[in-house]
């Protein structure tokens, strides 16, 4: 049995009996045969699904919200707002079953038509940072064009990826099409990219395991989407409207308590803004209130597990510049307050993913320079620029390199919206209309007109 924890307490939720590769393969039959009939579901009908499967998770709203709360230990208010977004996800992937199309394409001596096929088999293996918003990002696109599912979620967080399959199954959704099997990812998400009958992954989780997602997938020409850590930048011009921008900050790096692939972890302020941008920021830091998940007010709760907290505290060395660490709750729970650090674009604390409440902030002189440092990483998978010349916006948002940008705010994520890194930080793009690609092959028809 594997034991599930409230990270904020410490105490057990439920006791899983971990799938193994016996069972995995059992998954995949099920999916495999549940496959032709659910492909061959009429759109509206297919659609309809989805709908219903959108309004089952908005009446189990709270319920889900609290399993979330508890098992991540996010604060009540912001899993709601997750909640919320998977609701939203499954609404807007209803709408674009029909409206993913084929094409016809001028030719000689017939007409030439592309169909969207879906791909069989198709293998989830999800975090357990946000697990129900990450596992409805790729159920709703993979259902969307047909294909049936293996889910493996995080090994900490199983629980609310277990609940959402019995609520697919509530829905309609036909028995085999969606299977959620918890287990560890060393044994049931190899055997899922091993697998010769799944016809792709869609990952995310660290980098170092999407490198062997894709070296296992070479096996038999798996498609992947991988998505990936991140170190982006919150590039801060001495322009902007320092207030706003301070506010916002901390929001970006310790909401999740940090534990998020988006998180704008490097604080990059134009150095004649940054002595103001600062003092700001500490203040907005301080006013994080860090504490009990399931109290309303909370707005940052523990780390994911003890060994995590290990590994976020051995980024902050003796030689490290502090210039504010918060309060936590101390006792029981995986607690780590907020640090802000000053740094240089070449320390290890600027340059790796930390996926704690640990923020960098790093001077620069001027334009060139800061799109210099921003582009200075491994990872390409968000970023903000804030200023209030429009030109300049743009010119920075075009320069640098990655997937996601946002203009004088820091939210990156919409259902309608794609999403997805450059560089190291992965490749193919989950949510919007880009999502169905990832999902689907395209196939080109020729029907010769000829007598
Ligand atoms: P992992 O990449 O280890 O885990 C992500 C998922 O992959 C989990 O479901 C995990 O299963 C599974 N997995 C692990 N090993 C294998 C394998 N060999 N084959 C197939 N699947 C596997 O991330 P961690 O949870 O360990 O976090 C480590 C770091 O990764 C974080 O500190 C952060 O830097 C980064 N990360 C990035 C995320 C993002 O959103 N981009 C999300 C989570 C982590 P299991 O639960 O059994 O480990």
Same mark, same amino acid.
């Given at each position: ?227 990936? $850590?991140?170190?982006? *930048?919150?590039?801060? =011009? %001495? !322009? ?6 301070? &506010? ?107 996926? $704690?409440?640990?923020? *960098?902030?790093?001077? =620069? %002189? !001027? ?6 440092? &921003? ?77």
């Amino acid at each position: 049995m594997t034991a599930v924890l409230n990270p904020a307490t410490e105490e057990t939720l439920a006791d899983i009996p971990p799938a193994g590769v016996e069972e995995t393969d059992a998954a995949v039959a099920r999916a495999r045969a549940a496959f032709p009939a659910w492909r061959a579901v009429a759109p509206t009908d297919r659609a309809r699904l989805l709908r219903r499967l959108a309004t089952l998770v908005e009446e189990h709203h709270e319920e889900l919200s609290r399993i979330e709360s508890r098992n991540v230990g996010k604060p009540i208010a912001g899993a709601r707002g997750e909640v919320g977004m998977v609701a939203q996800v499954f609404h807007f992937y209803a709408g674009a079953v029909d409206k993913h199309h084929g094409e016809t394409i001028p030719v000689g001596g017939g007409v030439d038509m592309t169909f969207r096929e879906p791909l069989g088999v198709v293998g989830l293996i999800t975090p357990w940072n946000f697990p129900l918003n990450i596992a409805s990002w790729k159920l709703g696109p993979a259902l969307a064009c047909g294909n049936t599912i293996v889910l493996k979620p995080a090994e900490l967080t199983p629980l609310s990826a277990m609940r959402l399959g019995e609520l697919a199954l509530e829905a309609g959704i036909p028995e085999g099409v969606v299977n959620i099997v918890p287990g560890k990812g060393s044994v049931v998400g190899q055997r899922l990219i091993e697998h010769p009958d799944v016809a792709k992954i869609g990952f995310t989780g660290s980098t170092e395991v999407g490198q062997q997602v894709m070296r296992g997938a070479a096996g038999t020409i798996k498609r992947v989407t991988l998505e990936l $850590g991140g170190k982006s *930048a919150n590039v801060i =011009f %001495a !322009d902007a409207d320092l207030e706003k921008a301070a &506010a916002a900050a901390p929001y970006a790096v310790f909401d999740n308590a940090g534990q998020d692939c988006c998180a704008r972890s490097r604080i990059l302020v134009e150095r004649s803004a940054y002595d103001r941008f600062a003092e700001l920021l500490v203040e907005a830091t301080r006013n994080v209130k860090v504490g009990d998940p399931e109290d309303e007010a909370s707005q940052m709760g523990p780390l994911i597990s003890a060994q995590h907290r290990e590994t976020v505290a051995s980024f902050l060395t003796s030689d490290v510049r502090i210039a504010f660490r918060g309060e936590a709750p101390k006792g029981q729970g995986f607690w780590y307050p907020c640090v802000l650090v000053e740094a240089s674009p070449d320390d290890r604390i600027a340059r790796e993913e930390v996926f $704690g409440p640990v923020a *960098a902030l790093i001077p =620069f %002189a !001027d334009e060139a320079e800061a799109v210099r440092i &921003a582009n200075d990483s491994a990872y390409g998978l968000s970023g903000s620029i804030w200023t209030r010349d429009g030109a300049r916006a743009l010119r920075v948002a075009r320069a640098i390199d990655t997937g996601v940008l946002s203009i004088n705010s820091n939210s990156s994520v919409r259902p309608s919206t794609p999403f997805g890194g450059f560089k190291q930080s992965g490749f193919g793009r989950e949510l919007g209309m880009h999502a169905l690609d990832g999902y689907s092959e395209v196939k080109n028809v020729f029907y010769s007109t000829e007598g």
